[in-house]
């Protein structure tokens, strides 16, 4: 198999145009693949990240007045959506720890001692100091050993429609841990949708805390693009596969994840901790 690095042109007709540039040989092409390595982790912390934001949204969007009012002006059934709000609001839950999980194991596995207490401590920080933290982290466990949050719905003729999670029934579990005391400060009533604007600035501060103790690669791997793309003369690099050299049959096209590279910097860049200065070589 023969490489060819070449520039990936305007799309034409539904199809871009493709200017072969040099050939590259595949000891060369691998190393430089190398530096991608960041784009995986960037595409799977973001999709994890993203499936927090969505499932929140999600279940502030079932749990609206205007959501439960329809429903119960269609005549959904009060069990079914009793079901569907424990159902949206342990997805919110299982997510947010799914996402805490795969942070820890990346950096468990790729990073020192050193990262691994900093990422610990700033966890234990946002428990320490934020009530709507500790009650999701808690939450699921919660979900496992005891119950489901919402446990009744009710509606009246001044035209109160509600589904609820009361205080007295999650009180019926006893390991809260440091949410207990949080519960019993809250209205008999709890409004978990409320709960979950705030977590979502924590998951987004979380999110670009990650990208930190990778910044070392993430700028090592922008600045070889860079000297990659100066040593062949292109913008928007693309490797051509040939089969046999001098012909073009059955030739394939390997697309970069240059887009997620890119991203990855731009969050590293957004970091109220990292401070980056872009010298250009003459």
């Not at 839950?93 to 990262?115: F, Q």
């Not at 809250?186 to 709960?195: F, G, K, S, T, Y």
Request: aromatic share 14%; hydrophobic share 35%.
């Amino acid at each position: 198999m023969y490489y060819f690095v070449s520039e990936q042109g305007e799309r034409v007709n539904g199809h871009f145009e493709v200017e072969v540039k040099d050939e590259i040989s595949e000891k060369e092409l691998n190393d430089f693949m190398k530096i991608f390595d960041m784009s995986g982790k960037y595409h799977n912390i973001t999709q994890i990240k993203e499936m927090v934001v969505l499932n929140g949204f999600d279940f502030k969007k079932y749990m609206a007045y205007e959501n439960i009012y329809k429903m119960s002006e269609d005549k959904v059934d009060h069990e079914q959506m009793i079901l569907d709000a424990n159902r949206l609001v342990l997805n919110y839950a299982t997510s947010i720890k799914t996402y805490i999980d795969m942070e820890t194991r990346i950096l468990n596995k790729e990073k020192g001692k050193e990262e691994q207490k900093d990422f610990h401590e700033t966890c234990a920080h946002f428990y320490d100091t934020s009530k709507e933290y500790r009650f999701w982290v808690n939450l699921r466990n919660y979900a496992v050993h005891c119950e489901l949050p919402y446990c009744g719905y009710r509606e009246s003729e001044a035209g109160e429609r509600a589904i609820f999670c009361t205080k007295e029934h999650l009180l019926e579990f006893d390991n809260w841990k440091h949410s207990k005391k949080d519960i019993l400060e809250m209205e008999d009533e709890i409004d978990l949708p409320a709960m979950v604007d705030e977590m979502g600035g924590i998951i987004y501060a979380l999110y670009i805390d990650f990208f930190r103790y990778f910044g070392d690669e993430i700028i090592d791997a922008m600045e070889r693009f860079s000297k990659f793309c100066e040593k062949y003369d292109v913008k928007h690099p693309i490797i051509m596969k040939l089969p046999k050299k001098g012909s073009f049959e059955g030739a394939r096209l390997m697309p970069l994840p240059i887009e997620h590279l890119f991203d990855s910097f731009d969050v590293l860049k957004n970091h109220p901790k990292v401070n980056i200065t872009i010298v250009s070589e003459k």
